[in-house]
């Protein structure tokens, strides 16, 4: 028999992140803070209006683009939040959630062997979306040293005559780290000049906590070269809703309608009553989600520098990136033990790039109970580790 399988799709791993939960779904007394998943309920308004959505039979195929009331919806947010405005009709496009838009985004704008420059460490479709397309995945090393932001510098010297996309991936996941309007504007500079369109991933956009968050398609000259890419997953607490949307040029949302029309045909309708709903009026339920998260990361960013253990600050999304060098193993290594013997899951860095070698995805999308459990264990770790090394070093 022939192989039946595409060598491109063979080729690609398994996500990193994966490992790890798989062995802790055997373990029933582990803690996890590998989840990108809220711990908060969708709340009640919303699922009110799904539900109703079902009780008044709304269990049709929407059109290709998604409602028209949550397209315009949409537009008003953007109009609204960041100033930004969308045809809803030509602009708009729903999605079953921010993955989707990134795979039918890539499959339409990419020719065979075009490149996309995408930074690393960040969240993991990115590259298999590009290479499922036929493009060619560059990867931007991000720095600790520069609080794993993209600088123009580093855009620049990846550059070349062949690169159509840069992907931007902030607020950041797995670091947290943001760019603030001075590094957009760098960045969008060269775009420019360069002829670079930009897909900007903004999931995390309502998670912000040094201010509010910027989106490059503000920038001049950018608008017409962006894919903003957003859903209703994490602001919302809508992860199993399935829900998200691109925003761009009219020429691009429509080829990927196209796409999205033969493969998927329309999103969730329930999902789509629901995030009508959301957008209207859940602009204070966002906030309460936020500022929960806020006093989770402060508290982590505290225990960390109490315990030493070396780790920027992060002002993004619900994650945090903490440094393992000192204790000389790789990431894998660190986690596995840590799983193992504190029970306590967290995810390896280079599950997002192998710059994230020597650092662990912390989520704090947990309640703060939970997190003071789980860092009084990293605490003891961290201690054990330190003693054997100490006696390493004697011996």
């Given at each position: 028999m022939?192989?039946?399988?595409?060598d491109?799709?063979?080729?690609?791993?398994f996500s990193?992140i994966?490992?790890?939960f798989?062995i802790?779904s055997?373990?029933?007394?582990?803690?996890?803070?590998?989840?990108?998943?809220p711990d908060?309920?969708t709340?009640?308004?919303?699922?009110?209006?799904?539900i109703?959505?079902?009780?008044?039979g709304?269990?049709?195929?929407?059109?290709?683009s998604?409602l028209k009331?949550?397209?315009q919806?949409?537009a008003?947010?953007l109009?609204?939040?960041q100033?930004?405005e969308y045809?809803a009709?030509k602009?708009?496009?729903?999605t079953?959630?921010?993955?989707?838009?990134?795979d039918?985004g890539?499959?339409?704008?990419?020719n065979p062997?075009e490149?996309?420059l995408?930074?690393q460490?960040s969240?993991v479709?990115y590259?298999?979306?590009?290479v499922l397309?036929?493009g060619?995945?560059?990867?931007?090393d991000?720095?600790?040293e520069n609080?794993?932001?993209?600088?123009?510098?580093?855009?620049?010297?990846?550059?070349?005559?062949?690169?159509k996309?840069?992907v931007?991936?902030?607020?950041?996941?797995?670091?947290?780290?943001i760019l603030?309007?001075?590094?957009?504007?760098?960045?969008a500079?060269?775009?420019v000049e360069k002829?670079i369109?930009v897909?900007?991933?903004?999931?995390?956009a309502?998670l912000?906590y040094?201010?509010?968050?910027?989106s490059?398609?503000q920038m001049?000259g950018?608008?017409?070269r962006?894919i903003?890419i957003n859903?209703f997953?994490?602001?919302?607490?809508m992860?199993?809703?399935?829900l998200?949307y691109?925003?761009?040029?009219?020429d691009?949302i429509?080829q990927?309608?196209?796409?999205h029309?033969?493969?998927?045909?329309?999103a969730?309708?329930t999902?789509?009553y629901a995030?009508?709903e959301?957008l209207k009026?859940?602009?204070?339920?966002?906030?309460?989600?936020?500022?929960a998260?806020?006093q989770?990361?402060r508290?982590l960013?505290?225990?960390?520098?109490?315990?030493?253990?070396?780790c920027f600050?992060?002002?993004g999304?619900?994650y945090i990136f903490?440094?393992i060098q000192?204790f000389?193993?790789?990431s894998?290594e660190?986690?596995t033990?840590f799983?193992?013997?504190?029970?306590?899951?967290?995810v390896?860095?280079?599950?997002?790039?192998?710059?994230?070698?020597g650092?662990l995805?912390i989520s704090?999308?947990?309640?703060?109970?939970?997190?003071k459990?789980?860092?009084?264990?990293?605490?003891d770790?961290?201690?054990?580790?330190r003693k054997?090394?100490?006696?390493?070093?004697i011996?």
């Open positions: 022939r192989n039946p399988l595409a491109r799709v063979v080729d690609i791993p990193g994966r490992k790890f798989d802790v055997e373990m029933p007394e582990a803690i996890s803070l590998g989840v990108g998943e908060f309920d709340p009640w308004h919303i699922r009110d209006e799904g109703y959505s079902l009780e008044k709304r269990t049709f195929y929407t059109s290709n998604g009331e949550l397209r919806e949409i008003n947010y109009k609204r939040r100033n930004l045809d009709m602009e708009v496009l729903i079953v959630g921010g993955s989707e838009a990134i039918i890539m499959r339409v704008m990419l062997g490149e996309v995408i930074p460490p969240y479709s590259e298999p979306c590009v397309a036929g060619v995945p560059v990867i931007i991000l720095k600790e609080d794993f932001r993209l600088t123009a510098k580093e855009l620049s010297d990846a550059i070349t005559e062949k690169t996309i840069l931007l991936p902030f607020p950041n996941n797995p670091t947290g780290a603030e309007e001075k590094d957009l504007r760098e960045i500079k060269i775009c002829d369109f897909m900007s991933d903004e999931i995390y309502e912000t040094k201010e509010k968050h910027i490059i398609a001049p950018m608008q017409e962006t903003l859903g997953s994490k602001a919302y607490a992860t199993g809703w399935r998200g691109a925003c761009g040029p009219a691009i429509e990927m309608l196209k796409v029309q033969y493969a998927i045909m329309c969730p309708t999902s789509q995030a009508v959301a009026n859940g602009d204070e339920d966002v906030q309460e989600m936020r500022e998260y806020n989770r990361r508290y960013v505290h225990e960390f520098q109490e315990m030493g253990l070396k600050e992060p002002f999304a619900f903490p440094s000192e000389g193993m790789t894998d660190f986690a033990r799983l193992m013997e504190e029970k306590v899951a967290v390896p860095g280079t599950a997002f790039g192998a710059c994230g070698e650092f995805r704090y999308a947990y309640s703060l109970e939970n997190l459990v789980a860092i009084g264990r990293l605490r770790f961290v201690e054990r580790l054997e090394k100490e006696e390493r070093s011996k």
